[in-house]
Structure formats: C-alpha cells, structure tokens
C-alpha cells in the first residue's frame, strides 16, 4: 500500500499552481499592418493572415 512520503501545506501547493493559472488571450500583433490581434486568425483591421490578404474590409465612412 503507498504511504504518503509527507503532507504538502497549503502553501506550497498552491505557488506551485500558481505558475499554471489561466491568463486571458494574449493578442499579437499584426504583420502586416500592426494592429493587435488574435493569433491564427484573420486580422479585422485588414484582413490579412499569413501574409495574404483574405478579406475585403469596408473603410469607415469619414464623419464630417
């Protein structure tokens, strides 16, 4: 039968948990134009991915 070596604390189980915790979507940056982004999807201020243009993105109509 396995017999436990020594009680962890509280403590030290969760620094150790810590390091491993879920930090949001980090956005990149786009290659093309610059603009932040998701990876591995198509920038919306563009329409690039991967270096090729995907879509066909309708400019803002200028406010006068």
Avoid: F
């Avoid at 017999?3 to 150790?16: E, L």
């Amino acid at each position: 039968m396995a017999v436990q070596q020594g009680k962890r604390s509280k403590m030290r189980v969760r620094q150790r948990k810590a390091s491993i915790r879920y930090r949001g979507i980090e956005p990149t940056t786009c290659s093309n134009c610059g603009a932040p982004c998701l990876s591995h999807r198509i920038c919306t201020a563009c329409g690039y991915y991967d270096g090729k243009q995907v879509l066909q993105i309708k400019e803002k109509a200028a406010k006068a």
